[in-house]
């Protein structure tokens, strides 16, 4: 199997010897059986390094020069498994991670709002870029990093991630291989979730009760306990007690950290707390 | 949990199934903003809810609705095939042994957690009874963010074509291979299903 998922590597990356041969294999083949030789190769692999090689491979036929499958953790603080497989350049990893951009990341961020890929010119029109971030942009494309684009990964309960194809300053990014990196990233992200054992993160205690919900779906609106209390036709002390219940099932600290966690875990969504 | 599993011809009329096509209206009309046809302003059924499509349906104790799903046979009109074949690079797959899960449906009463049990149960009996009955390929039409979870519970599941751009949404068209082994990679992936009790013939029919 590993024999077979070799040479497939080989042909996919046009490396079968001379390594400076363009993928022609790769080209004349339709997008569809490049992204399948690909999906192919995942499946076989077992380790993070077998993902890196055929990310690499896949990631020149498709016309781009770096790739980035990441979970949206800051590694140096995460508890979690974090999966994190790139090529980007080593300054630039240095700096993204000197800045904790794990998190805030411009295109992390992004990649939070739509379940779709999306070129990075998009985002201005997907989320507000503050200066920090044009400069985080700007970093990049001094360290040698300039267009891409971005395929996000959500599993519910898990911890969000992305899969990114990036291509040099001045180069374009391959139109015509976007659809294939959506389905590339995505089998990709699947195989390193599977390689790595990845699985949820999530408090272990009885769901809330419908009341509970209630009672921290107000504190969302922006109702203090008092507040609350008036609108629920309950006492003061009864909310508090709801509060106090809901952080201990779900094992949360405060109020704050409260109201993120329900959402998170889906007892109500943002429409709910918007607008009701 | 228990689980129903009866064709459109057997059981429209049953109590489980009109639940179900209120869930349906809840999710796919309330809540993801599908344009399909809702009748009585309570449920969704479609032309493709006829006397050939299968149903699995998880209901509690008392018979509330759970999840759902329906399987349409593809030798006649589907969905991959009457609205979407242009998600496929080649011919839409169908034959005998080639089933389209379409209103995969959790019901959204429930929480995060009993939501992700029920989704692990359904799709467990949807491969038990693809083992069952001799189906060892089911095709699909999903939105990019299903399609990613769909591929994380751990089957076979391959692209069918490229993902393209309809209405706004990113649809891909994919196919799962079943085999005596999906059960394993279900369960390896971490899907784990409730118990569903059998009495199942006896409910479907009651009504």
Not at chain 2, 77 to 100: A, K, M, N, R
Not at chain 2, 147 to 168: H, K, N, S, T
């Amino acid at each position: 199997m590993r024999a077979g998922a070799q040479c497939k590597l080989r042909r996919l990356a046009g490396i079968g010897g001379l390594g400076s041969a363009p993928a022609v294999e790769a080209v004349e083949m339709s997008s569809l059986a490049a992204a399948n030789e690909f999906v192919e190769l995942t499946q076989c692999a077992t380790t993070n390094d077998q993902l890196r090689d055929a990310l690499e491979a896949i990631c020149q036929s498709m016309g781009f020069d770096y790739f980035a499958l990441t979970h949206h953790v800051d590694p140096r603080a995460s508890q979690a498994q974090a999966i994190r497989l790139h090529n980007y350049p080593e300054p630039w990893v240095a700096w993204f991670d000197e800045h904790r951009l794990g998190v805030s990341d411009p295109m992390h961020r992004a990649s939070r709002v739509t379940d779709a890929g999306f070129r990075w010119a998009r985002v201005p029109s997907m989320i507000k870029l503050t200066t920090a971030d044009r400069e985080v942009l700007a970093m990049a494309r001094r360290e040698g990093v300039g267009d891409g684009f971005t395929v996000p990964w959500h599993i519910p309960g898990e911890a969000s991630g992305s899969c990114s194809f990036a291509v040099r300053p001045g180069s374009e990014v391959p139109e015509d291989y976007v659809l294939v990196a959506q389905l590339v990233g995505t089998y990709a992200f699947a195989a390193a979730r599977r390689v790595n054992h990845i699985r949820l993160v999530e408090a272990d205690g009885p769901p809330l009760t419908g009341r509970q919900r209630d009672c921290v779906l107000w504190a969302a609106r922006g109702k203090t306990n008092w507040e609350t209390a008036k609108i629920l036709g309950l006492s003061e002390e009864t909310v508090t007690q709801h509060h106090k219940q809901a952080r201990e099932r779900l094992d949360i600290p405060n109020r704050v950290m409260l109201v993120l966690r329900a959402l998170y875990e889906g007892y109500f969504c943002f429409d709910d707390v918007f607008h009701a | 949990m228990f689980l129903t599993t009866a064709t459109g011809a057997e059981a429209l009329e049953d109590a489980v199934f009109r639940a179900m096509f209120e869930a349906r209206k809840r999710v796919f009309v309330d809540l993801l903003k599908w344009d399909v046809p809702v009748r009585a302003g309570r449920y969704e059924v479609d032309q493709f809810d006829t006397p050939d499509a299968t149903y699995l349906i998880l209901t509690d104790g008392i018979g509330s609705h759970l999840g759902s799903a329906r399987l349409l046979p593809t030798q006649r009109p589907h969905i991959l095939d009457t609205l979407f074949p242009e998600l496929c690079e080649g011919p839409v797959p169908s034959g005998p042994g080639v089933q389209e899960i379409t209103r995969f449906c959790l019901d959204p009463r429930q929480n995060s957690r009993q939501r992700r049990s029920t989704r692990d149960t359904l799709v467990h009996a949807l491969a038990a009874h693809a083992l069952d009955v001799g189906i060892n390929r089911f095709t699909g039409v999903a939105e990019f963010g299903w399609f990613q979870q769909i591929l994380a519970f751990g089957w076979d599941c391959r692209p069918l074509g490229l993902p393209r751009q309809v209405e706004g949404s990113l649809l891909g068209a994919l196919t799962i291979a079943i085999t005596p082994e999906t059960p394993t990679l279900l369960a390896r992936a971490g899907l784990v299903p409730s118990a569903t009790p059998s009495g199942v013939a006896d409910r479907r029919h009651a009504a």
